[in-house]
């Protein structure tokens, strides 16, 4: 199959990313993302196989994709996530293979996923204190976190990064101690705006600490905040401050980026979104179970790419009056409609 980079979608966006959600299970329960007590599965017998996602992933990237990140749920409760990795690892054309995880299950797995071939890896980290995140994400192995990333930062991959969402009420009041936390490990964190999206059904615009706040109550402790030339494709804007840390924010709420969005988004049972906000999918579980060749996966991605007109955030951004995107009758609806099932 020739490989084709070259083909947009009706803003003249090619797609470049590709998210893998690789299980809808997770080991936590993080107010923004599950908040309820019970959740709507996808069925077991729905879930991609390892084979049939690896073949998808040569499909995208054949199509010109480049990066590829395993997400969740949470990925690392995928059984032999590594033996994944491995296979994808070995795509000539791919040009970058990365993890988002919430840190739990990674002290056990950096290493093998660093041989498999895993290239980058991010952490989610919420808070420094263990009580906080056992209220907030009904967990008590903070610690494990805390040891994944130890694990993870000692494996050798291109790079370890935080990711933490801010909220309101939460975790404001421990943006300098996360940044600090960072910094003395040499790892570069990442500050999320609360989005109202999927499973976030407690959502207000009370509960968002904005970017410039974040910015400001930074350059409050750690004075002037520099803003680094942006990548244009890439969702986060990062600064640096005097001493040299960098950090990035990434404003999805406020001020979205989806004018240079280049990613897609596949579920564990392999429904393509173009967009977080998306309210529905590509189903190419059917097609590929269903027979359908590689060429012939190929071109139905083709067509929805190029007839692709979503801008999810920009277009909340501009409601007058904004609450959750979704609440529980819509979610239990359909599951697909969830932040765990579309990876993040
Ligand atoms: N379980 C893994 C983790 O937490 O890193 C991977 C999946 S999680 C859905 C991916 C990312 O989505 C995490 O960094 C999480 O913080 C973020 N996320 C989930 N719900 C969010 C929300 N309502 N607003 C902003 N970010 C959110
Ligand atoms: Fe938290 Fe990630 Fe699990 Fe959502 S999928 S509840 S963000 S750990
Ligand atoms: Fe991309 Fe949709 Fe997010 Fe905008 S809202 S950046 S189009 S995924």
């Given at each position: 199959m020739p490989r084709d980079a070259s083909f947009r979608d009706a803003y003249g966006r090619p797609l470049r990313n590709l998210r893998i959600s690789v299980t809808d299970r997770c080991n936590m329960r993080c107010r923004y993302c599950m908040p309820e007590a019970e959740y709507v599965w996808l069925p077991r017998q729905s879930i991609l196989s390892f084979e049939e996602i690896d073949r998808l992933a040569g499909i995208f990237l054949d199509l010109g994709v480049r990066k590829l990140r395993l997400t969740g749920g949470e990925p690392l409760l995928r059984h032999d996530l590594s033996a994944l990795v491995r296979r994808l690892a070995t795509?000539?054309?791919?040009?970058d293979l990365a993890l988002t995880t919430n840190g739990i299950l990674l002290a056990r797995h950096a290493d093998a996923l660093r041989s498999a071939g895993l290239r980058r890896v991010t952490v989610s980290l919420d808070t420094l204190r263990p009580e906080r995140m056992a209220s907030f994400a009904r967990t008590a192995r903070h610690g494990e976190v805390l040891e994944g990333i130890t694990a993870g930062t000692a494996a050798g991959f291109d790079s370890v990064k935080l990711n933490t969402v801010v909220m309101r009420g939460y975790n404001e009041d421990e943006l300098l101690d996360l940044l600090e936390f960072a910094r003395v490990r040499g790892l570069e964190i990442r500050f999320i705006e609360y989005m109202d999206v999927g499973g976030a059904t407690q959502w207000d615009m009370g509960q968002v600490v904005s970017r410039d706040e974040i910015l400001a109550a930074i350059a409050a402790r750690h004075g002037p905040v520099q803003a680094l030339e942006e990548h244009a494709w890439a969702p986060a804007e990062r600064f640096r401050l005097a001493d040299g840390t960098t950090f990035g924010v990434i404003?999805?709420?406020?001020?979205?980026?989806?004018?240079?969005c280049d990613r897609a988004r596949l579920t564990a049972d392999g429904t393509l979104f173009l967009c977080l906000y998306g309210e529905r999918g590509l189903d190419l579980r059917e097609l590929l179970r269903g027979g359908a060749s590689d060429p012939e996966i190929a071109v139905r991605v083709r067509e929805v790419w190029a007839s692709r007109t979503d801008r999810g955030a920009e277009d909340r951004a501009g409601l007058d009056r904004r609450g959750a995107l979704y609440q529980i009758d819509g979610l239990r609806a359909d599951p697909r409609r969830e932040m765990h099932t579309r990876g993040g």
């Open positions: 795509h000539p054309a791919l040009g404003a999805s709420t406020t001020a979205p980026f989806c004018r240079t």
